[in-house]
């Protein structure tokens, strides 16, 4: 049967020492209690309130309180556990102490010891986009082009990170902004567009590298990627017929190399032909004087042994090859004054009087032209028969 149930005895209270006024519990008592329990625990004496004053083992209770609880914050403010991500560094009243690693690690408590978490594994980035003040830059050959690139990077030491500068993050965008406009400046437009790109990334990264160490900021460049180097947008009409008409040219200067290698081989193969035809001739020239300055040797001595019989033979050889060269032939008549005249050279040569007189040889078949030979002198001729006579 329940304690409150009609008609039930007032003795079924649950809380049997209850007065009868029915009342909720009194606080002064829980309070006093409680005061009792803690001075016991710290070693205080407990005692009753007298005269409406605060108990002197209350205020002892709620410094103990406090104490735990002030305990407790310092414990949790001693205590780092970093991840495998991050690194530590301990100002001990702001004063650089360590740089503490990943895993559990014990402090002394905040102020005295501070520690700044850095994460030094995670890669991040930031972007100039086109359009853009950062993004416009001017090139070596007074143009504008419009760039778009990107920046990874990590911190690579965290105590320079969290130390040397202010905001290394401001350092790292003023530093590339530094770098890309000054490699800009050094090229010209179609460099950074077109061949360049790959080298200019390359020396982009090292010369934002050199300005953050030199800042020493704690960070380092991963990568540095040019997404994109054109013109700015009210110009690329412009610049599209510009580019056509430098293709145009490109491809008429290709036309000109095409035929200069064609002519130039010609022009140096007749160059050769006709220099190693020179030479034969000189070295004809030079054997030709030679084995006349020998004949001429050998006909002298000759001539100082057998003077008139040389000078005779001379004559004959030399008469003999004026007459054979000869077309016309005069005929002295003995004891007359006529002379006869025969017209030898009428006959022409032995394929004309073939071609004439002989059947079966048609007259209008013209006979094949020779190349005309110019005779040696006959002075060399002579010389040559008297050499082999004697």
């Known amino acids: 049967m329940a304690w409150n149930e ?49 108990p002197q083992g209350g205020v002892s209770g709620v410094v103990g309180i406090a104490f735990i609880i002030l305990a407790l914050i310092l414990i949790y403010n001693s205590i ?14 702001g004063e650089y102490v360590s740089t503490i690693q990943p895993g ?157 290698n064609t002519i130039i081989p010609k022009a140096e193969g007749n160059a050769n032909r006709i220099r190693e035809q020179a030479q034969q001739y000189q070295e004809t020239l030079i054997a030709r004087a030679n084995g006349d300055a020998q004949r001429f040797s050998q006909l002298l001595v000759q001539y100082e042994k057998a003077p008139r019989v040389t000078r005779e033979r001379l004559y004959l050889e030399t008469m003999q090859d004026i007459i054979s060269n000869s077309k016309k032939v005069i005929v002295d008549v003995e004891k007359g004054n006529s002379m006869l005249y025969l017209p030898i050279d009428k006959f022409g040569s032995r394929e004309q009087l073939n071609r004439n007189y002989l059947p079966g040889v048609e007259a209008d078949k013209q006979p094949p032209k020779s190349k005309k030979v110019i005779p040696e002198s006959t002075y060399d001729d002579a010389r040559s028969r008297t050499r082999r006579s004697y």
């Open 6 to 54: 009609p008609g039930g005895s007032g003795n079924k209270d649950p809380w049997g020492g209850r007065k009868d006024d029915q009342g909720p519990p009194d606080l002064d008592e829980i309070l006093k209690k409680m005061t009792d329990k803690l001075n016991n625990l710290f070693g205080g004496k407990g005692g009753s309130s007298t005269g409406g004053k605060t």
């Open 104 to 260: 559990f690690n014990i402090r002394l408590p905040y102020p005295i010891e501070k520690v700044d978490i850095v994460d030094v594994q995670s890669i991040q980035a930031f972007n100039v986009g086109q359009g853009t003040s950062e993004a416009l830059m001017l090139t070596k050959d007074k143009n504008i082009v419009d760039i778009e690139y990107v920046v990874q990077y990590q911190v690579g030491d965290a105590k320079k990170y969290a130390l040397n500068t202010r905001n290394p993050i401001i350092s790292l965008e003023h530093a590339s902004h530094t770098a890309v406009r000054e490699l800009v400046g050094q090229n010209d437009m179609e460099y950074v567009q077109t061949l360049g790109r790959t080298v200019f990334s390359v020396n982009a990264k090292e010369r934002i590298q050199e300005i953050l160490d030199r800042y020493q900021t704690g960070l380092i460049i991963t990568s540095f990627e040019m997404q994109k180097a054109q013109a700015p947008r009210p110009v690329i009409p412009a610049y599209e017929e510009v580019n056509a008409a430098q293709q145009e040219k490109e491809a008429e200067i290709n036309k000109a190399e095409a035929f200069a």
């Open 80 to 93: 780092y556990i970093l991840n495998e991500r991050q690194n530590g560094v301990v100002l001990r009243f």
